[in-house]
């Protein structure tokens, strides 16, 4: 699967964003798909994950009750909703896709288990 990330911009503290993750190829159904950041000069972080097949939602403690990880109905898109932004969000976001069976409960977290991945939308919120 194909991934195209995009919704960044430029807002002020507060404001929301939706960023939106596209498949081609294929669609999400069989995939857990999940949004990492990477802040400049930090390394990159969790930040919420969708599991396939109706699967649980997760979220990191830092962007917790203020994003929301979502599929449209056809799964061909993953929607990340982010209110409240603060400048702390301030990060290249990516989508990152894997359907591969993993032996630990907490893998969504690690990048490295990860296959497919987007190009990334920036998102920089000012105060």
């Known amino acids: 699967v194909q991934l195209q990330a995009s919704g960044g911009g430029s807002v002020q503290v507060g404001s929301s964003l939706r960023l939106s993750c596209t498949a081609s190829?294929?669609?999400?159904?069989?995939?857990?798909v999940a949004w990492i950041r990477r802040a400049p000069g930090k390394e990159r972080e969790f930040v919420s994950f969708s599991g396939r097949a109706g699967g649980k939602t997760y979220y990191s403690d830092s962007v917790k009750g203020r994003f929301t990880i979502s599929r449209d109905g056809a799964e061909n898109t993953i929607y990340l909703q982010m209110n409240s932004l603060k400048p702390e969000d301030t990060a290249v976001y990516y989508c990152?896709?894997?359907?591969?069976?993993?032996?630990?409960?907490?893998?969504?977290?690690?990048?490295?288990?990860?296959?497919?991945w987007g190009q990334g939308t920036q998102v920089t919120v000012s105060s």
């Open positions: 190829g294929r669609t999400f159904s069989d995939y857990g």
């Open positions: 990152a896709a894997d359907r591969r069976t993993h032996g630990y409960s907490t893998w969504y977290q690690r990048s490295l288990e990860y296959l497919n």
